[in-house]
């Protein structure tokens, strides 16, 4: 094999070690599209407008910053034949919520990293990163994932960083602004958090068929909604 050819690895590789080592585990390197994933050849981004409109109020990124960071973690994360991905999950909007609290010490970090990206972009494939195809996305990821990229202090530690953030975005529990709609567990086959389980649920659980309870954490009083940020307008009960 080519040792220079981009290492891209497809979402069922992704979702097959996050459910084998928990959504809060490491993954591989760059996970893009597959050459046989077709559904996900196309840009995420192809339709800027669609993708804005389609997003909530920004609390620490620019427009600008949240196109990038939107066409990033949909290539980290593709939508495919298989299911949703990335952007479904709204993993930028987690991201852009935390930097406003828990991840505020990255956000000097991503306001340069995704300047740097997009300068490289342009220079490198002559548009920003948001409005390129799919290929040349991941061949921009690929070089920024290397080190090869031009610009950044770091570009292996921005790419290694927003690639967690992108995985806390999609499996996390729901209530820190990703993992909408809990697409994310449901994903990796994740029945939600119980704080009972009865030997009928285990039963279930071992032979894969424990039904989703769509619960987040906070729902139950065993954990403290204090000890998080969540705006009031955006606190909903996650019911079954």
Do not use: C
């Not at 590789?13 to 080592?21: E, F, G, H, T």
């Not at 609390?59 to 980290?76: H, M």
């Not at 770091?154 to 709609?181: C, E, K, L, W």
């Not at 279930?204 to 940020?229: C, G, I, W």
């Amino acid at each position: 094999m080519d040792s220079d050819a981009p290492r891209i690895i497809s979402r069922r590789d992704l979702l097959k070690s996050v459910a084998i080592a928990g959504t809060a585990a490491a993954t591989p390197a760059f996970v893009g599209a597959s050459p046989g994933d077709t559904a996900a050849a196309e840009p995420q981004a192809a339709n800027p407008g669609a993708a804005a409109a389609g997003r909530n109020a920004l609390e620490s990124l620019t427009s600008a910053e949240a196109d990038t960071l939107e066409a990033i973690v949909a290539r980290l994360i593709p939508t495919d034949a298989n299911g949703p991905g990335a952007t479904e999950a709204r993993a930028a909007r987690y991201i852009d919520r935390a930097l406003g609290s828990a991840l505020s010490g990255s956000r000097e970090t991503y306001r340069s990293g995704l300047a740097a990206l997009d300068g490289y972009a342009r220079s490198a494939k002559g548009s920003p990163f948001h409005q390129l195809a799919a290929s040349d996305q991941d061949a921009v990821l690929t070089d920024v994932e290397r080190g090869s990229a031009s610009g950044f202090a770091s570009s292996m530690q921005f790419f290694n960083m927003v690639r967690t953030h992108t995985i806390q975005g999609t499996f996390g529990d729901p209530y820190y602004g990703g993992n909408a709609d809990f697409v994310g567990w449901d994903l990796i086959g994740y029945p939600g958090v119980r704080t009972q389980v009865t030997p009928a649920d285990q039963t279930a659980l071992e032979h894969d068929q424990l039904k989703p309870n769509h619960r987040s954490a906070y729902d139950s009083q065993m954990f403290n909604k204090a000890t998080v940020r969540l705006d009031v307008h955006d606190e909903a009960a996650h019911g079954d």
